[in-house]
């Protein structure tokens, strides 16, 4: 099935998620300010170096606590791994607000377009991270690197108009209602609408004329729709794409379900990315939900075409020029 998933993934997750509480750009993305970790801490004191006299007791210990400015990451790999450690960790923490979800997705987003552009950072980015996301570091990044490969961009830009998104636990329903009817992993329901149309940000057709938030072709809905459904409609479509995966194996078999919905290693391998870390911790939901539309390398934002579209985004000129 050809969709519009290529050039949308070329572009490489509120507080309240009632199944689980994901960046992402799942998917929103508040962040945190740039900068790395404050360096330093207290400097342990003792007593005096001649030591405590026989007839008297020995002096208590002194502590003099020492604060050190904040250490300002100077490579690219390093605000790499600065701005996904504080994304990442704030995204999965139930106690971040939901105000704050918007700015730490879309700055995940970018951070990841970045590393997917600059593949040679990955290993050092990966020694810079803590231990517990370098699995989630590197499951964006293939993710992102195997969906920028699947397809390269038109010279022009489509003709979509790019709306806001249903809010997020209307998603959710969606993707939970039709994974308990079908037995299908809701998240895999979620990574597809991500990967698709940036869950439901794209209204468009593609070229092959596969449409809808789920992006079907006429004759596959006509299958796997059902009477009276309605194509454009999200709960329709979460649900047909349920029906598509478990008639094509899923539960137990889901790249192969998957392989049935797009016919490319690629992009079995970059849905089961995202689906597993949503699968590890349903908060990865709210940093995707936040993620944005890229052609290729051209952001289109919400209001597209009526706002105009922007070339490359701010994160990524910086890291380049840091890389120099």
Not at 22 to 48: D, E, L, T
Not at 256 to 274: D, E, G, I, K, Q
Request: contains cysteine; glycine residues 10%; proline residues 10%.
């Amino acid at each position: 099935m050809v969709r519009l998933v290529s050039v949308v993934a070329a572009g490489v997750l509120l507080a309240a998620c009632s199944a689980g509480g994901p960046s992402a750009g799942g998917p929103s993305a508040g962040g945190p300010s740039a900068g790395g970790p404050s360096a330093g801490g207290p400097s342990a004191g003792g007593p005096s170096a001649g030591g405590p006299s026989a007839a008297s007791p020995p002096a208590a210990p002194t502590t003099v606590a020492t604060t050190l400015p904040p250490v300002r990451p100077t490579t690219a790999a390093g605000r790499l791994a600065s701005t996904i450690t504080r994304a990442e960790t704030a995204i999965r923490d139930p106690a971040t607000r939901p105000s704050q979800l918007r700015a730490l997705g879309r700055a995940q987003q970018r951070a990841y377009r970045a590393l997917v552009r600059q593949p040679r950072l990955l290993p050092e980015v990966l020694a810079l991270v803590p231990p517990a996301l370098r699995r989630t570091v590197k499951a964006n990044a293939l993710a992102g690197a195997e969906l920028r490969k699947l397809n390269r961009p038109a010279s022009r830009l489509p003709r979509w108009r790019i709306v806001a998104p249903a809010p997020a636990t209307a998603l959710l329903a969606s993707y939970r209602v039709a994974g308990a009817k079908l037995a299908v992993p809701w998240q895999y329901l979620a990574a597809i609408h991500l990967v698709e149309t940036r869950m439901g940000r794209i209204r468009g057709t593609s070229s092959a004329g596969a449409r809808g938030p789920m992006q079907f072709l006429p004759a596959t809905w006509r299958r796997y729709g059902g009477r009276g459904r309605n194509i454009d409609a999200t709960g329709d479509a979460v649900l047909a794409a349920a029906r598509l995966l478990r008639a094509n194996g899923a539960p137990a078999n889901m790249a192969a379900a998957l392989y049935a919905y797009n016919p490319s290693r690629r992009y079995v391998h970059a849905v089961t990315a995202y689906a597993e870390q949503m699968r590890a911790d349903r908060r990865a939901f709210l940093g995707y939900y936040q993620w944005q539309v890229y052609y290729g390398d051209t952001l289109l934002p919400e209001g597209y075409p009526l706002l105009p579209s922007h070339a490359a985004d701010q994160q990524t000129t910086e890291l380049r020029k840091g890389s120099r």
